[in-house]
Structures are given as C-alpha cells and as structure tokens.
C-alpha cells in the first residue's frame, strides 16, 4: 500500500508543475517597462542638471595677490542647451576684457596642453574641456589688466564670476539664467543677470517675440510702460514720471522669464535706471496678458479665459 501511495503522491505533484506551467506569465515586467519608457520620455522634456566648476590657472600668477575668478559651466541632460550657454559664458568673457587686454597676451600652455600625438589625437575632449581651452587666451588677458592695474598702485585684486543656473525645468519653458559678476577697479564693480528660454520638444530658443499673439507686440510694451511709471514713483526715483524719462527712458527688453505671478522682464545695469537700483525687474500680472501672450505660455486658468475671450485683433 505505501508503494500506491507514492506513486499517488507523484502523480499529483506532476499535475501541479503542470498546471503552474500552464498559468499565463504575470504582465508586471511589462508593466514596469512602460513606466521606465515613459519616466525616460518624461526626464528628456525636462531640464535636469548642475554645474561644472572650470579649471582656470591664471599664467605666472600664485598666491592671494592673483585675481579672483570662479567661472562654472552647466552640466544636464540636453546637449543643445549646455552648447548655447557655453558660447554665452565666452561672450560675458570676452565682454569683461577689452580686446586691448586680450591682443597682446601670449599663452602659456602646461604640460596637459602641450601638442598632442597621434594617439592622444583620437582621445575625445569633453565640453568642459573644450571651454577650459577656449578661456585660456582670456585668463592671460585678465592677468594682463590686474598688472596693469597695480602698476596704477590699485589696492585691490580684479575679480570676475560666471555661473548658469536652472530657473525652470520645463512647461511651457525651461529657462536658464546666466549670473555674472565683475570688479575692474573702480568704485564699484557690475553684475549681470541674463535669461535664456528653451522649448525641449523642439530643442531651441524662445524669444520674446516667439510669446506674443501677432500684433499685439505694441500692447505688451504699453502694459510695461505702465508697470514701469509705478516701479519708478513706488521707488521714489521721481514724482514726475515724464522728467525721469528724460534721464532714463523706458524701453522693452528682451530679458524675460515667465515665473508663477506673471512675465518678468530683467532690466540691466543703468538701462531704465541710476546704478543705486541695481537689476530692476519688471513683472506683468498673467490676467493682463490674455490675448496679449499666446495661449501655451499662460496658466491653465488664464489660458481657458483667453480662449474663451472673443478674439479683437485687427485683420
């Protein structure tokens, strides 16, 4: 009897591999695999990165007397992004240094950027490197002025700083802005804060004009105008709005971001304003935008109420 007892046993074990064979698979990895698709879809429509800081050696420069400079370079996970504020961090270089500075400077390459051969030749740079190199010239430059200024006997060391940021990382754009700092000597040195907006989808820039309904360029300005009387009488730079324009007319810049309040447009030293005001920013409430920005670029709310809004625009 044991023996029919275990061939029973075995019988009913091999049915039930056998069933369990016959189970359909469980649809989790597949599942899974079309959440990572679309988390990746997802992370490739936002802007995600941090900075690199640049390896500058000033030539023939050691020691606390060296010019102070501290230039970092973004690092994220769209190309075309990091390329365009690369040429930017040069611009605001060579913006700084007059090319009075920057002619007569002869390079001193180190060890690492001597010639190389030809199987270093196939190494391939990295784009920190690529900018590294395309500063040298500059560092000389810079290291040319601060001579030249402490044979003036100026008492402090020139200084210069450049570093990207993310502002917003995606819908309706991902905006970067590029801080800058610089002492030449002087009373007082200058800053700069500059603001460049990207579509991810379609990998390029948006500028302010790209934002506006057709024809409505004219109103925009207008509601600007009249955000910029009241900052002026608010900042008590003047009772009479019209005489301060003598000093500091108002113009429409092309320096904006769009922020949870509404348009902001950057202001640069001097331009609508003495040097006490600093970077005056300007911000235009969403409501007052509607039918003035296109539709993709207000708040949903916002954006509901304007396509309801019958459209006034001259044909």
């Keep these: 009897?044991?023996?029919y007892k275990n061939v029973l046993c075995l019988s009913v074990l091999a049915s039930a591999v056998m069933l369990s064979a016959c189970q359909p698979k469980e649809a989790e990895p597949k599942d899974k695999q079309v959440t990572e698709t679309a988390q990746i879809a997802e992370q490739q429509l936002k802007l995600i990165g941090e900075n690199e800081k640049l390896k500058l050696n000033v030539p023939d420069c050691d020691g606390k007397?060296?010019?102070?400079?501290?230039?970092?370079?973004?690092?994220?996970?769209?190309a075309f992004i990091d390329t365009f504020i690369d040429q930017k961090i040069l611009e605001v270089v060579k913006g700084v240094l007059s090319p009075e500075a920057i002619e007569p400077?002869?390079?001193?390459?180190?060890?690492?950027?001597?010639?190389a051969s030809e199987a270093s030749l196939a190494k391939v740079e990295t784009p920190k490197q690529i900018l590294e190199k395309q500063m040298l010239p500059h560092m000389q430059g810079f290291l040319n002025l601060d001579k030249e200024l402490k044979t003036l006997n100026a008492s402090h060391s020139i200084s210069m700083m450049v570093k990207p940021k993310i502002l917003n990382s995606s819908d309706p754009l991902a905006t970067v802005v590029l801080n800058s700092s610089s002492y030449l000597g002087g009373a007082h040195g200058s800053s700069a804060q500059t603001f460049y907006n990207f579509d991810l989808d379609k990998k390029q820039q948006v500028k302010l004009d790209d934002l506006i309904v057709a024809k409505q360029k004219a109103k925009l300005e207008q509601q600007a105008h009249e955000v910029f009387k009241v900052w002026v009488t608010d900042s008590k730079l003047a009772t009479n709005v019209a005489e301060y324009e003598q000093a500091w007319p108002f113009s429409l810049t092309d320096n904006f971001y769009l922020s949870k309040q509404g348009l902001v447009l950057q202001y640069a030293e001097y331009e609508i304003g003495p040097y006490v005001v600093g970077l005056p920013k300007l911000v235009i409430p969403y409501e007052q935008l509607q039918g003035v920005l296109k539709a993709q670029y207000l708040p949903q709310a916002e954006q509901a109420a304007s396509e309801a809004k019958p459209s006034t625009q001259a044909h």
């Design 65 to 78: 007397d060296c010019p102070e400079i501290n230039i970092e370079r973004l690092s994220s996970n769209q």
């Design 1 to 3: 009897m044991p023996k």
């Design 105 to 115: 400077a002869q390079v001193k390459l180190d060890e690492n950027d001597q010639p």
